[in-house]
């Protein structure tokens, strides 16, 4: 089955899907985006990717493309004319095609949307988070307003393809004081000797992450105690356990950091019990004529 992708009211196939030339996001990186994860049949925490997008938006006085039900509908849609049962739904949004120059066009330039999805092997998620993954930790290069989801990535994608060439998953980035504050396209946490959950305030330096904040809450409903406080890297090296928050990967035990493993090199208690709680604490809005709904 061919896929299909949403591009400016248009469902259009995926192979042959366009952009002006002229669209700004393309010539300046003047948009945003978001991705959902798509679980078991069921776009995970729409409300509150669609309530980011509203605040990345605003930060960048960028209007929204259609109405914000329309473009949920829009992402059930896609979903669902991919057959996603287990994947991602993309969104972005940019400013709109005008003639280039930097300052913004015109009032009346209509923002661009684009929505595709895509499937992902849940096996091999499952699979990779039974071992656990490594990390590298590199300076953080970006700009200080990484705080908006925009699609300006360039320095998170030099970040991650080190990672890469390192042999590892994700980078996380850290500051000069030698704080971390987020992976590449992750947010960071730890575990101390004590059994606390640590990750870093979501007030500047880091994204506010969408799964970051319902791993907060499952953990809130499993008891465990956690702190919103930045660690060091010589903290994380050190700590019981470690793992990353992602819309790609919900909750992923980090076992190496810059090659050394954490604690004895396998994911850990606090972090496998975060993860087999996570999708009862999501919210969950089903994509009707998903796979997994026409299931009997």
Same mark, same amino acid.
């Given at each position: 089955m061919?896929?299909?992708?949403?591009?400016?009211?248009?469902?259009?196939?995926?192979?042959?899907?366009?952009?002006? #030339?002229e669209? $700004?996001?393309y010539?300046?990186?003047? *948009?945003?985006y @978001?991705?959902?994860? =798509?679980?078991?049949?069921? !776009?995970?925490?729409?409300?509150?990717?669609?309530?980011r997008?509203?605040?990345?938006?605003?930060?960048l006085?960028i209007?929204w493309?259609?109405?914000?039900?329309?473009?949920?509908r829009?992402?059930?849609e896609?979903?669902?004319?991919?057959?996603?049962?287990?994947?991602?739904?993309?969104?972005?949004?940019?400013?709109?095609?005008?003639?280039?120059d930097?300052p913004?066009?015109?009032?009346?330039?209509?923002?661009?949307?684009?929505?595709?999805?895509?499937?992902?092997?849940r096996?091999?998620?499952?699979?990779?988070?039974?071992?656990?993954?490594?990390?590298?930790?590199?300076?953080?290069?970006?700009?200080?307003?990484?705080?908006?989801?925009?699609?300006?990535?360039?320095?998170? #994608?030099?970040a $991650?393809?080190?990672?890469?060439?390192? *042999?590892?998953? @994700?980078?996380w980035? =850290?500051?000069?004081?030698? !704080?971390?504050?987020?992976?590449a396209?992750?947010?960071?946490?730890?575990?101390?000797?004590?059994?606390?959950?640590v990750?870093?305030?979501?007030?500047?330096?880091?994204?506010r992450?969408?799964?970051?904040?319902?791993?907060?809450?499952?953990?809130a409903?499993?008891g465990?105690?956690?702190?919103?406080?930045?660690?060091?890297v010589?903290?994380?090296?050190?700590?019981?356990?470690?793992?990353?928050?992602?819309?790609?990967?919900?909750?992923?035990?980090?076992v190496?950091?810059d090659?050394?493993?954490?604690?004895?090199?396998?994911?850990?208690?606090?972090?496998?019990?975060?993860?087999?709680?996570?999708?009862?604490?999501?919210?969950?809005i089903?994509?009707?004529?998903s796979?997994?709904?026409?299931?009997?």
């Open positions: 061919s896929r299909i992708a949403y591009v400016n009211g248009r469902y259009v196939p995926h192979q042959s899907a366009r952009v002006h #030339v669209d $700004r996001g010539q300046f990186s003047d *948009g945003v @978001e991705v959902c994860e =798509v679980s078991g049949g069921y !776009i995970l925490d729409r409300t509150r990717h669609l309530d997008l509203d605040r990345s938006l605003s930060e006085a209007g493309p259609v109405e914000r039900a329309a473009l949920g829009i992402m059930i896609v979903a669902a004319r991919n057959r996603v049962s287990d994947g991602l739904v993309y969104l972005q949004v940019t400013r709109g095609v005008a003639r280039r930097h913004f066009p015109s009032a009346d330039t209509r923002p661009a949307l684009v929505v595709t999805a895509r499937s992902t092997d096996a091999a998620f499952a699979a990779k988070a039974e071992e656990g993954v490594g990390v590298i930790t590199v300076p953080d290069t970006r700009w200080d307003r990484v705080d908006i989801k925009t699609i300006g990535l360039l320095p998170n #994608v030099l $991650r393809q080190q990672a890469r060439d390192a *042999g590892a998953a @994700e980078a980035l =850290v500051d000069e004081d030698g !704080i971390v504050l987020e992976g396209a992750t947010n960071a946490w730890i575990v101390t000797g004590e059994g606390e959950l990750t870093r305030p979501a007030v500047s330096g880091i994204l992450g969408i799964t970051r904040a319902t791993a907060i809450d499952t953990a409903a499993l465990l105690t956690m702190v919103e406080r930045g660690f060091t010589g903290e994380a090296k050190a700590a019981r356990e470690a793992f990353m928050t992602s819309a790609t990967s919900q909750v992923m035990p980090v190496r950091i090659g050394a493993p954490v604690a004895n090199g396998y994911p850990g208690e606090i972090t496998r019990q975060l993860r087999g709680a996570f999708f009862a604490h999501a919210e969950k089903a994509v009707r004529g796979l997994a709904l026409e299931k009997p």
